[in-house]
């Protein structure tokens, strides 16, 4: 009785009370709902912390922590994909990756070699400072687990890419293309592996499995005629990356030239 | 647009209520009858399983299951008749997932003594089978009524609803998913299949309300709140509206972070609540039932405090 003592005081302060004349109809029990009082909790360090609970995490955290802080790799220079207008430093970093970690499965499997790779500006979620780097670098720049897919392209759909990236001002990370952007903003000289572009020629083009299935905008995408699952996931490639080297090279390679 | 309308319309009209809902507290403590249930949720905890850091731009120091766990345990001093529920996506967001693969939310789910939670779309992120691995961790069960998993590994494990019996108070929850194509690779669902919610909610809740003669009926829904630039699209918003029977909506899916609980009307023009505490567990929602004889609510009509 205490109890709804109190929690009618509280409705008070609430304020909001509202008197709906509509009734439930349960056709059963004499009993039916009243009154009903809706908040939200927010859970804030107010709150205690239960030390039972922190003993189970314990033993989970740090072999997470040991693992994710492992040293794998040296950075000499701030990667960040604000820093240039048409390509990023840690763009060209990624596309590097999953352009060379992608053919690997693929040429392994299928003796075609992969021409191009394109990835999303969006997809890349931070930056990675200069210094030692971890997997948790790996984690924070791709914490999603968006896994790498060839799909077979013809050429002009990969002209409908080079428009899409003029038109949204964005670098979004590309390997093995090259254009040039005129001053009048369209594109020119688009190349494939140096080689110009063939507009019905089937291109073997590297991306993650979001992108593939024309995610942020990319519906183009959706015109491929073949799908090859790598079964790797982009941060795992990423990781393995680290691994591989000692010191983080940045291609510096021009890819996209305005005119 | 309408909604908020409903809410400020009724809130501006019932500031003159005020005397009339303290005499109603005086009767209500004249009642010997009068029963309470307590409903505490979450929904799209992504293994949020640490506090945001301090230097987080949008929750800084919130949430972590630590503290979760106090302030549900200090519910439960204070109330005897309490059911805790999650709306889906327990998984995917922190390493704990990738590591453990779900392991660790679901025990510390288990240790806070969840009742019940529904399936959504990243709780398919390592697979059907995935999930399915990570079940012997749950002490609570799940429920999808719009997922026919018959030709998977959850068939039978996972029911349409449960019915719990709190202190004499029939409560039947069932569960309804978000359509997964698009949203999770093919390869990871597998067999499951969608099926349309307005169409199993009409069934399931007919036969709760009429058959098992649950006195609430409640839907754990990972369809999301609202989808603006699509209004047509199944939401929580649009399930309230083409069904009846639904008491109570709790939401997942599209991180909403209401104010209040919101109020839709159902097909027969009656209130429908509807709740999403955003995600990451930085929020516990709590809804609080009270039960009347029919004649005392007939007489005095339903009150909504939110």
């Known amino acids: 009785m205490r109890k709804n003592k109190k929690s009618m005081s509280q409705m008070k302060h609430f304020g909001l009370i509202l008197t709906l004349l509509t009734f439930f109809t349960t056709s059963n029990a004499q009993d039916v709902v009243s009154v009903i009082e809706g908040k939200q909790v927010k859970v804030t360090e107010a709150a205690e912390t239960k030390a039972e609970y922190d003993a189970v995490i314990a033993p989970y955290r740090s072999q997470v922590n040991r693992d994710l802080d492992k040293i794998l790799a040296y950075n000499p220079v701030i990667l960040d994909k604000s820093k240039g207008q048409w390509q990023s430093n840690i763009g060209d970093l990624m596309a590097k990756i999953t352009f060379e970690k992608g053919n690997k499965v693929f040429e392994e499997r299928t003796k075609k070699k992969v021409d191009v790779c394109i990835l999303n500006h969006g997809g890349i979620r931070a930056m990675i400072g200069q210094g030692n780097i971890t997997a948790r670098n790996a984690f924070e720049v791709m914490p999603f687990e968006n896994a790498a897919v060839v799909i077979e392209i013809e050429g002009k759909y990969l002209v409908d890419f080079v428009t899409y990236f003029i038109k949204e001002k964005k670098p979004h990370p590309i390997a093995g293309l090259t254009f040039t952007i005129t001053a009048s903003g369209v594109a020119k000289d688009i190349k494939v592996n140096n080689e110009p572009i063939v507009l019905d020629k089937v291109y073997n083009l590297v991306t993650n499995d979001y992108l593939a299935s024309g995610g942020d905008k990319m519906e183009f995408l959706k015109k491929s005629t073949k799908t090859h699952v790598l079964d790797y996931k982009l941060r795992d490639m990423i990781i393995d990356y680290f691994i591989d080297v000692d010191i983080i090279k940045v291609p510096t390679d021009i890819k996209v030239t305005q005119e | 647009m ?305």
């Open chain 2, 2 to 306: 309408k909604r908020r309308d409903f809410i400020k319309n009724t809130a501006a009209s019932t500031s003159l209520l005020g005397l009339g809902a303290l005499s109603l507290s005086s009767f209500q403590l004249a009642t010997n009858t009068t029963k309470k249930l307590t409903i505490l949720h979450t929904n799209d905890t992504h293994s949020q399983i640490e506090p945001f850091p301090l230097n987080h731009p949008k929750t800084p120091n919130m949430g972590g299951v630590a503290r979760r766990a106090a302030i549900v345990e200090q519910i439960r001093k204070v109330e005897d008749n309490v059911l805790l529920l999650d709306a889906g996506d327990i998984f995917q967001g922190t390493p704990y997932f990738n590591y453990y693969g779900g392991e660790l939310e679901f025990k510390l789910m288990s240790m806070m003594k969840y009742d019940l939670a529904t399936i959504g779309n990243h709780d398919f992120d390592n697979g059907i089978t995935g999930l399915y691995g990570q079940l012997p961790n749950a002490s609570f069960e799940f429920v999808s009524a719009n997922y026919d998993f018959k030709n998977t590994v959850l068939d039978t494990l996972v029911k349409p609803y449960k019915i719990f019996n709190k202190k004499g108070i029939k409560v039947g929850i069932f569960g309804i998913g978000v359509e997964l194509y698009g949203l999770v690779d093919p390869r990871y669902y597998k067999e499951t299949k969608y099926l349309d919610p307005v169409e199993i909610a009409t069934d399931i809740t007919t036969k709760l309300k009429d058959v098992e003669k649950c006195d609430l009926v409640i839907c754990l829904s990972h369809l999301g709140f609202e989808y603006k630039n699509e209004p047509g699209k199944i939401s929580d918003i649009n399930l309230a509206r083409k069904t009846k029977n639904i008491d109570l909506i709790i939401g997942g899916h599209t991180h909403t972070f209401l104010d209040k609980p919101v109020i839709e009307k159902n097909l027969d023009g009656q209130e429908v609540i509807i709740n999403q505490v955003g995600a990451f567990g930085v929020n516990l929602g709590r809804i609080d039932f009270f039960f009347d004889s029919k004649e005392k609510v007939t007489a005095t009509g339903k009150k909504i405090s939110i």
